[in-house]
């Protein structure tokens, strides 16, 4: 029997930093992922300041490959009529390409002391009085196993069924489609400046959903995303078409009838599961639903919950108890650190979906609204969701107080 301390299976951010911090603490990692490194995920490649600051072991990694902070976001209200401007001040988002930042976590576990599999996908994971992984490549075995394979995680399944936890319907998980083409430094100087300059647009060309342009050095990527059961319904090929026409007239993206190579995948956008544990088993990242409702953001949920989950891990193995209870500490950690936030996130995803017209209008005309619109959307601003007597303010101000407009 080969032994590890501990698999972790999947090898994006969530995954990648699970294994990161465990190799630091001086455990004996195996990271399995089913794909070659580098490989490309569709993404936004939109990094929350938070990555960096509540990571900072990670810093040194991640701040040679940024391509480039934002300055500033303009959100868009469905009819074009009102726009949220916001400066980020010296708390600006960074731009990264996924290509590169997941093969950099990938090389930092790596360097850390994990044992990394790429090109092996995991099968099965059995438990016999330790953890067995199957993989294409052969068994591997460890005293717990880590779930951080994504939307459709085989351990995810597992701890829901052991758990009682019903899968996600059409109206939990959304898909999110992308494109990232070059547009030149010139373009992207005359377009976007020096500020590069985040544009959403919510209910693009219609569909329930928003609509995002993030520039990166000399790349536009540009997507939109809702849930499956208003994308199953559309035709993508026409959103896009309209969607770009939409960026081309406003000057934002430069060629007339391109016709995309777009990326999708999905998203769980109903919340956080409420259990994310099982015996000798933990899930991260997008396995456990860790994204943020409103925005799609999942990097920080999934890479924080890594970082939490090394210290639950430290415990068993140190106490050898690997039963759920023990590993509840788990649970409980990522709940206290984020939980409320993913709750609250969820309601506002709810009322952004409703009245999109609405929030924009009241963000437009008031300075403390557009800094809770700018930190729910992007967790920028410093302070978060404690600021909890302005959100209150915002909601009846969006509930209750018409205007002409009405959207
Ligand atoms: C279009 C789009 C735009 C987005 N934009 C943003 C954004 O701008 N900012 C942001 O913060 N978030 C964004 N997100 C969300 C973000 O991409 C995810 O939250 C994030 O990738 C979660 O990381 P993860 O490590 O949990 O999962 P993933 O990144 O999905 O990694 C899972 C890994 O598991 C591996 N795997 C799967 N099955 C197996 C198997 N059987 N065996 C072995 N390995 C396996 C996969 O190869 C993959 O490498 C976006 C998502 C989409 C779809």
């Not at 939980?339 to 017209?357: H, I, N, S, T, V």
């Not at 302005?390 to 909601?395: E, G, M, S």
Request: glycine share 12%; net charge positive; with cysteine.
């Amino acid at each position: 029997m080969s032994g590890y301390d501990v698999i972790v299976c999947g090898g994006g951010p969530s995954g990648s930093t699970t294994a990161f911090y465990a190799a630091k603490a001086g455990l004996r990692v195996a990271l399995v992922d089913r794909t070659k490194f580098p490989r490309d995920k569709a993404c936004g490649g939109l990094l929350t300041p938070r990555v960096l600051n509540e990571l900072p072991e990670l810093a040194p990694y991640i701040e040679p490959i940024i391509e480039c902070p934002s300055q500033d976001v303009q959100l868009y209200s469905p009819s074009m009529k009102y726009r949220i401007d916001f400066d980020f001040g010296s708390n600006t988002p960074w731009n990264i390409r996924r290509e590169v930042f997941d093969n950099t976590l990938l090389e930092a576990a790596r360097e850390a002391g994990a044992k990394i599999f790429t090109d092996t996908r995991v099968s099965d994971v059995q438990f016999n009085g330790g953890v067995t992984v199957s993989t294409t490549k052969g068994d591997l075995r460890a005293q717990m196993a880590i779930g951080a394979m994504g939307p459709n995680d085989k351990l995810a399944q597992m701890v829901r069924k052991t758990r009682g936890v019903r899968p996600w319907n059409d109206g939990e998980i959304g898909t999110a489609l992308m494109w990232e083409p070059d547009v030149g430094r010139e373009f992207m100087e005359r377009a976007y400046g020096q500020k590069r300059s985040l544009l959403v647009h919510f209910r693009p060309a219609g569909i329930e959903g928003y609509g995002w342009v993030f520039p990166k050095d000399t790349i536009l990527n540009i997507g939109f995303g809702g849930y499956n059961r208003t994308i199953k319904s559309i035709n993508v090929r026409e959103i896009w078409t309209s969607y770009l026409e939409l960026l081309r007239k406003d000057g934002y993206f430069p060629k007339k009838d391109p016709d995309p190579p777009v990326k999708g995948a999905p998203l769980p956008l109903g919340g956080p599961l409420r259990a994310t544990t099982m015996e000798r088993t933990l899930i991260v990242g997008d396995s456990a639903g860790m994204v943020s409702p409103l925005s799609g953001e999942g990097i920080y949920y999934g890479m924080h919950a890594g970082k939490l989950a090394v210290e639950t891990i430290q415990q068993a193995l140190a106490s050898g108890d690997f039963s759920q209870r023990a590993l509840d500490s788990y649970h409980w950690a990522w709940y206290r650190t984020f939980g409320q936030e993913l709750k609250d996130l969820a309601f506002f995803a709810k009322l952004a979906l409703k009245f999109p017209e609405r929030m924009v209008y009241y963000g437009s005309r008031d300075q403390q609204t557009c800094e809770i619109f700018a930190d729910l959307f992007l967790g920028v601003t410093p302070g978060g969701l404690g600021k909890r007597r302005p959100i209150a303010r915002t909601l009846r101000n969006i509930i209750r107080y018409p205007y002409f407009g009405w959207g």
